[in-house]
């Protein structure tokens, strides 16, 4: 549920803010958000949930934050790395394979 939810308003703020706060205009930070979320929402939807399953069957609760925490760290540097990226390639191509182009 926490995904469904919280996993895209938190990628949309992410991506805003990042192109707000290095001083792009509103336009520029919404193609950015239309170039970035799609692909990295689907990139995180597929590992947070492994993540947790881990997390809750094999972690020991007190380590579970520990363990979150290092993940958290791990998926802001990953979004700082899809947003740097641009155009690139590996994106152009796993938005080719979600578009509905006829």
Do not use: H
């Not at 995904?3 to 919404?30: E, H, R, W």
Request: charged share 20%; proline share 5%.
């Amino acid at each position: 549920m926490d995904g469904l939810i919280f996993g895209p308003f938190d990628l949309f703020v992410f991506f805003t803010y990042m192109g707000l706060s290095i001083g792009k205009s509103v336009a520029q930070v919404k193609e950015d958000v239309k170039r970035d979320f799609l692909p990295a929402l689907i990139l995180e939807g597929g590992v947070w949930p492994i993540v947790q399953v881990a997390n809750f069957r094999y972690v020991p609760v007190r380590y579970q934050l520990l363990y979150v925490n290092i993940f958290c760290l791990l998926d802001s540097a990953f979004l700082s790395w899809i947003e740097q990226q641009k155009d690139a390639p590996w994106k152009q191509r796993l938005a080719s394979f979600t578009s509905l182009k006829e």
